[in-house]
């Protein structure tokens, strides 16, 4: 079963910045998309921004601009530097494959494997 370790969270002020790292166990790192994820306090976990096989990021609107994805395939890590952060952008973050089909695109399962996550806070 795939392990996911997410790293990096802490607290900042508001414009600051964080650099997040996920390593991803199993040989089948490079063959996904994958995904962060945030899951503000209250709220259910959303997809932030995805980054292809390829290489491609795609971001939600919310951090376009001030968020930026990649991944390194040799080391099977996936990080997200955060810039310009802001107080709503405070949560639990965790990395994921992200899946996309012929009927669209979606996050595993909550039944899925998933890390334990990295906590950002942001205060304002």
């Known amino acids: 079963q795939v392990q996911l370790r997410e790293s990096g969270g802490g607290s900042v002020q508001a414009g600051g910045s964080l650099r997040l790292s996920c390593r991803v166990s199993g040989t089948t790192f490079s063959l996904n998309h994958m995904g962060w994820y945030r899951q503000a306090p209250g709220k259910q976990r959303e997809l932030v921004a995805h980054i292809t096989v390829g290489g491609t990021p795609i971001y939600t609107d919310p951090v376009k601009g001030r968020f930026t994805i990649s991944r390194d395939n040799a080391k099977n890590m996936v990080y997200l530097q955060m810039n310009s952060l802001k107080p709503e952008d405070t949560g639990v973050y965790y990395c994921?494959?992200?899946?996309?089909?012929?009927?669209?695109?979606?996050?595993?399962?909550?039944?899925?494997?998933w890390g334990q996550g990295t906590l950002v806070t942001v205060s304002s």
């Open positions: 994921n494959y992200y899946y996309c089909r012929t009927n669209g695109c979606y996050a595993p399962e909550t039944t899925d494997a």
